[in-house]
């Protein structure tokens, strides 16, 4: 039996004491909605490699399409766990996060996609150290200005969502490596751009953007960029040399599938591994497992990888 609350933590001078003898867990509860029987989880704390990390990924139910033991909200008890470093909240039915979150003030890596989020987490803006955020597809329609505080982060998914505007503070992200804004409704980019000198992938497919700014062309580090369907009719000369000098370098700068850019000869694509919204929910995690490949013809879609393959993998993509 699970000891109490009382057994494992000690409260001393607002100061909470993790008993180093006891795992700590978590109790999720979720009702079948045809049974209406009460099913019941423990979810424990693991470490791997030195992270300490919650997985309360609800499972997916390939038969009827949708979670197997979805989270309506997040229970009380993780907020205890001040140590965590990786948090999975994957294949849930949350639309918000509590301002509890941020006692978790080691936490690193947080996994939100394919919920029911509507509008940006922010009290998520506050985890000074979060590395890697996913909000891939949700239903988000705007990224807060309070983005800029994640001064940490590396890696932010945010694709297949209804974004509609790119945020100046989105450009304050110094430190992000890679950004995914694929396959929303943005029809601009924020001309500060350019200050996010260290980003190597930048992911714009399948949005509405009709101008490219500048400053796109001061990203010296870019080894991919996806600005295919979308509504651009003009390449600058300073997009064209940029383009030029990138290419020169390995890097692959895919603009095909615009009303206003002829292609005169096929070129090496990358195409971004990002599932149709419906088909993301199945797996884990929706990003590409394998390294960045090139392609000159459309790929065949890849079987879907063992879901326990995924979840291991996802450290070493980087």
């Known amino acids: ?70 989270l309506e909200s997040l229970p009380t008890r993780i907020y205890s766990l001040v140590t965590l470093q990786r948090l999975w909240l994957s294949h849930n039915l949350l639309t918000a996060i509590p ?38 597809s949700n239903e988000i329609k705007e990224i807060p200005g309070e983005i800029a505080s994640l001064k940490s982060l590396r890696r932010l998914h945010l694709d297949k969502n209804n974004i509609e505007s790119f945020p100046d503070q989105l450009c304050d992200l110094r430190n992000l490596e890679v950004l995914y804004l694929n396959d929303n409704h943005l029809t601009a980019i924020s001309e500060n751009v350019g200050n996010m000198r260290q980003l190597r992938r930048l992911y714009l497919h399948n949005n509405k953007i009709t101008d490219l700014p500048n400053g796109i062309t001061e990203l010296h580090g870019l080894v991919l960029l996806n600005l295919e369907h979308n509504e651009i009719r003009h390449l600058s000369r300073e997009f064209q040399i940029f383009q030029s000098q990138r290419e020169g370098k390995e890097a692959v700068i895919s603009v095909g599938h615009n009303p206003g850019v002829s292609v005169s000869a096929p070129k090496l694509k990358v195409f971004a591994a990002s599932p149709s919204r419906s088909s993301s929910r199945s797996r884990r995690h929706s990003d590409q497992i394998d390294p960045v490949k090139v392609y000159s013809e459309p790929r065949k879609q890849r079987p879907s990888l063992p879901d326990q393959y995924t979840h291991r993998k996802l450290s070493m993509q980087f």
């Open 1 to 70: 039996e699970h000891l109490g609350m009382a057994e494992i933590f000690a409260a001393k001078k607002d100061t909470l004491v993790v008993s180093k003898n006891v795992p700590e867990y978590v109790e999720t509860e979720y009702r079948d909605p045809q049974t209406g029987a009460l099913i019941r989880r423990t979810v424990y704390v693991t470490e791997v490699n030195g992270t300490r990390a919650l997985d309360l990924y609800s499972g997916w139910d390939p038969v009827k399409s949708e979670p197997k033991f979805p």
């Open 99 to 136: 301002p509890e979150i941020c006692a978790l003030v080691q936490l690193r890596e947080l996994f939100l996609h394919c919920n029911r989020f509507e509008a940006f987490p922010e009290h998520v803006c506050k985890l000074s150290f979060l590395e890697i955020l996913w909000l891939d």
